[in-house]
């Protein structure tokens, strides 16, 4: 099936650092939404982008909605040991009920 | 509010066993949904509820049945299972539609 293309697949932080993220398509999407998964649990929406430019910001986090429709980028500013986890966006296309979801980035704090 | 609840949390079964995983959500939600997560990749959807009363397949739907028990109740069946099945399986509710998706905390299975 269709997938988003996520990236990095996974990246080494220090306390304090900012991070970025993101995922592109070769297809146009409506909604953006990023999510945030602890080992063993249910992800948990983080944040919800529904119109082209949009930029939404949820604490340290922010998200950027592609003014092509194509992409979505996700900054975790000074970033903090329970920033670590894998983070997930998932996008949703007019012709398509079901969201697409990228394989996700992995998040580890550096000793 | 539990939000989305799921049992059991851990099952094991042999090939060929049968069994139903339940979720319920608390939040009035007209939509559910129902995922299987394998290593290193994102979730796959397996069956929806666009709304009580309707069921549709997902992107992997082989081997699974669904039922909407009613507006807060959404259960996922394995007929016969199989070591493919082996996964983690989330459900998920939202108010209408594939948009602000919440998760339950999942089914860990192993088919031996």
């Known amino acids: 099936g269709q997938q988003l293309n996520q990236s990095p697949q996974s990246m080494f932080i220090q306390e304090g650092e900012d991070v970025s993220m993101n995922c592109t398509s070769s297809s146009i999407f409506n909604t953006w939404l990023w999510y945030k998964q602890d080992p063993g649990e249910g992800p948990v929406l983080l944040i919800a982008?529904?119109?082209a430019g949009e930029l939404t910001s949820n604490g340290r986090l922010t998200a950027q909605f592609g003014i092509t429709r194509k992409d979505s980028f996700l900054n975790i500013s000074a970033s903090i040991p329970s920033d670590v986890g894998i983070y997930f966006c998932?996008?949703?296309?007019?012709?398509?009920?079901?969201?697409?979801w990228g394989a996700g980035t992995k998040l580890i704090i550096k000793p | 509010n539990a939000g989305v609840t799921q049992t059991p949390k851990f099952q094991v079964l042999k090939t060929g066993q049968s069994m139903t995983l339940q979720c319920a959500q608390d939040?009035?939600?007209?939509?559910m949904y129902w995922y299987r997560q394998d290593p290193g990749m994102g979730l796959r959807l397996i069956y929806y509820s666009a709304s009580e009363g309707t069921t549709d397949k997902g992107e992997v739907p082989n081997g699974y049945n669904v039922s909407r028990l009613n507006k807060r109740e959404f259960s996922l069946r394995l007929e016969s299972a199989a070591p493919s099945q082996t996964s983690v399986y989330f459900c998920?509710?939202?108010?209408?539609?594939?948009?602000?998706?919440?998760f339950g905390p999942g089914t860990r299975l192993t088919v031996t």
């Open positions: 998932a996008g949703q296309q007019a012709s398509n009920y079901q969201l697409i």
């Open positions: 998920a509710s939202s108010v209408q539609g594939p948009y602000e998706q919440y």
């Open positions: 939040m009035n939600h007209n939509s």
């Open positions: 982008l529904y119109k």
